[in-house]
């Protein structure tokens, strides 16, 4: 008698534990390990799991279920990937569910939806009434619909309680079925009837349509890209694409000579990635600075897997990327280049593409869904890209002989993900990953992480560094500007210093270009009513509504709450409502009233919120179409503008004066990167830092582009006060749509988290926005020393909250885990 076989299934589902299935004695030579299976969770829903594990050890706990059905003829999951993904939840204390709905594109997520069926057999004993009749019909000429179908032909009437008769009545069924997101892209193929394409039969064809000389044409073009008058092999088929780009072939003559039979159109899958780049470029000879650094790294990976390069902006670090590239993909391994922002991937791909073609995809979350799933199986087959660039999402493609990650800009904060769980850090899960295969990391920034530089310090890392510009290029000019002094001697035009106004009419003049940074977006924080001092708070939230003018729009920023702007307040009556603070919406009002003459474009959310809108504005600033450009901190990234001479930081103050301990770590890198967009090529840049702190050490710091002695004050306070790097963090998020049951949960579990680890746990305490999205919040802080095991925190941490919803009285609240938050 052959033993039972049994299979872990990981569902996309936030569990805490896999849950095991049988499997059918007829799925037995099919079903692997990392592949996909449907299987009933609960009552009636149906989930696509993956295969986390094949044994023959039946559960105690609990009767399982037969696994419904082998999606996968091969695995869609690597082992590397799996034992990746377990990582991942013991150290980020997630489930394995929420890295399974993080790491797959939807399209390879397939869930059950329910369906309305008509009952063929059914004989109705009554008439129905009309509405009951409008709501069968419908059904039976759809064959299957969804009830939201259903609800959308009805409108606006609700057809629920119809639906519901029928229903009971069996004239309608409810049937789960798979629904799957991906749909291959189609495209018409069109071939030579197999039985004409003799060349009899093709002499018989061209007689037949003689007297339709437009047929004839099309007919005698479409053989000459099938491969001749009469070399048409039987199976030789032409796609649209190539036939269009013909413009005397006409694709109705071709559908007519279809209808007399003649040829055959049919609908065939076709990629929708691009694979049209054939000549590649060698990578640049390096200068004696980038070989003494490519020397360093190659020296250090001899006995460490993780080196950081260290290079002031544009001293030509991406070069030196390009040279371990090439390295790797000419010993038949793999490379993955992780990016912090979309922005950067349209200037860095292109140059990519120059000197990798074909060899090189793209992944990020601007691909839609469909292009990120033919991304993900094109790693799985035998030939896949030897070099992915993408963002921080591309840690979870899979890999089959990975040898180099490169995580450029390391620094930002961008790599780590916020919500909703796994809250991963890219950089740190690189690290990981790599050294599953054996392979090196490289990371690279001109202001690294303290926790990056502190590894290279004390050896853990291997360090190379550029201290120069490329080509002797200068680094800019910082020239701090006391914004208190020029409104006191009233020497400031608005929000330009005078410092600053003489720069950017003397750029203008020069033909040269500038880059105006202010992180925020809208028109102004809020706005106030001047005679009571109301502000318009949103709905959902502790905070203030920006004030978007363009739309003239109140946003949160949070939840996206959206009211339109009142004329007069709703407490006094009064109209006297006025905007406090700016934006970047505002800047670009004021810059085209003191810049007449100059031609402005804004990049942030609102202006750039899809790739192709991000791409344009990126290309035409580049070509000059623009002279001064606005933008968030999405300006700050890598992107790399010849005729930039000025950069101006509107507000320094608004980083540096933020509630957080990296504040002024962040601070100096967002200026300093920011900075580094001035001067590039050939004359130096000059950078304006606008600010009412002009006697911080920071400013000091960035002034002297002392990026060491700004780092050490910092770590000398962080290993004071146990945080980052010398401590790991881990914040939990008590939520609840009641503020005093947000409160006293968080004070219950802090209670029993304290109680294990002492005085290790601080608060719990509100955050500095203690209502998000209806949720009232709670924080409390776990500081942990860096030798503690992830694991064993992970089931300390996850029982102790575990037994918290366990309680009758908190089982409606939230709590959200954070390992290392940013």
Sequence with gaps: ?????????????????????????????????????????????????????????????????????????????LPLQLKLWQWISDYYICAMGDVYRAALPSGLKLESESRLISNPEFVADTLFDEKTEKV???????????IAELSQHCAPHNPLPQLRTLIEQNA?????????????????????????????????????????????????LLMQKLGGAYGVAKHNKVGRSELVTDSRISIPALKAIAERGFINIEQLAISRLKNDFDECEPPHALNQAQQKALDDIHEAWQTKQVSLLHGVTSSGKTEIYIHTINEM?????????????????????????????????????????AERVEVWNKQLSSEPYQLIVGVRSSVMLPFHNLGLIIVDEEHEQSYKQQAPAPRYHARDVATVLAGYFDAKVLLGS?????????????????????TTRYADIELPEIIPVDMREENAHKTSTGMFSSKLKDAIDEAIKNGEQVILFQNRRGYSPYIECNDCSWIPKCNNCDVSLTYHKITSQLICHYCSYTMGVPKICPVCGQPHLSPHGFGTEKIEEQVKDVFPQARVVRMDRDTANGRKALEQIIADFEMHKYDILIGTQMISKGLD????????????????????????????????????????????????????????????????SDFKANLMWQAAERQQYHYPPFYRLIY?????????????????????????????????????????????????????????????IKNIVMDKVNNLLGDQQWRSVQVEIDVDPN
């Excluded at 010993?331 to 979309?342: N, R």
């Excluded at 967002?670 to 130096?684: D, E, M, P, T, Y």
């Excluded at 719990?764 to 802080?781: L, S, V």
């Design 172 to 220: 309608i069924f409810i049937s789960e079925q798979l629904r799957d997101a991906y749909k291959p892209k189609k495209e018409p193929f069109y071939s030579i009837n197999e039985k004409l394409s003799t060349e009899e039969g093709l002499c018989i064809i061209m007689d037949k349509l003689e007297k339709a000389p437009r047929q004839l044409e099309s007919f005698m």
């Design 732 to 792: 939990l998020t008590v939520k609840h749509r009641t503020e005093y049951i947000s409160r006293n949960a968080a004070q219950a579990l802090a209670a029993d988290l304290r109680a294990t680890f002492g005085e290790r746990i601080i608060g719990p305490q509100a955050p500095m926005i203690n209502r998000i999205d209806t949720y009232f919040q709670q924080r409390i802080m776990v500081k942990m020393e860096r030798s503690a095991s992830p694991a064993t």
């Design 446 to 466: 001109a202001t690294p992480s303290m926790e990056s530089y502190m590894n290279a310090q004390q050896g853990k890392y291997g360090y190379a560094s550029l």
């Design 641 to 704: 503008f010849e005729k930039v001479s000025i950069v101006g930081i509107m507000n320094a103050d608004a980083t540096m004066n933020m509630p957080d301990f990296r504040a002024i770590e962040r601070s100096y890198q967002l200026i300093a990167q920011v900075s580094g967009r001035a001067g590039r090529h050939g004359k130096r840049g000059r950078v304006y830092i606008q600010t009412r702190s002009i006697d911080s050490p920071l400013i000091a710091n960035i002034v002297k």
């Design 136 to 146: 069968l019909n419908f059904v039976e000429a759809q064959k299957s619909c969804t």
């Design 329 to 369: 993909l000419r010993q038949g391994k793999q490379v993955l280049y992780l990016l912090p922002e979309i922005a950067l991937t349209a200037q860095i791909t292109n140059r990519l593409r120059r000197h990798f073609g074909n060899l090189m995809g793209i992944y990020h979350s601007k691909f839609s869904d």
């Design 1 to 77: 008698m052959n033993e039972q076989t049994y299979a872990d299934i990981i569902m996309p589902v936030p569990l805490r534990r896999l849950f095991t299935y049988e499997v059918p004695a007829e799925m037995q030579s099919t079903i692997a390990i990392g592949s996909r299976v449907l299987v009933q969770f609960g009552a009636k829903k149906f989930y696509s799991g993956i295969v986390a594990n094949i044994h023959h050890t039946r559960p105690i706990n609990y009767d399982t279920k037969p696994i419904s059905q082998v999606v996968d003829s091969t695995p869609i999951i």
